[in-house]
């Protein structure tokens, strides 16, 4: 969505005093939402409700040794022979 779009939706608002609790509900936009882009409005006017990447956006939240952890367990091949056969391949082993 962008600014214009926001607006659009915002307008009702600022122009009309529409309650953002109304305007979420026949929206379907969250109520946080709509209160975030009022307060951009406020600050900065309808070019403040352009979307904005993410400040942490290409960064990775989790440590890199439970990545680390995690590449090796997805490329470890399970160990065969050990387990029984689940009950939908019985029929392939003549076991029913």
Known sequence: MDADERWQVLRLHVEDQVPLA????????????LERWAQRYRSGGITALEARRRTDA????????LVAFIERLALTRPPTGHCDPAPSDAHRSGTT
């Open 22 to 33: 109304a305007l979420a509900r026949d929206t379907g936009i969250g109520l946080r939402t």
């Open 58 to 65: 290409g960064q990775r939240r989790v440590d890199p040794a």
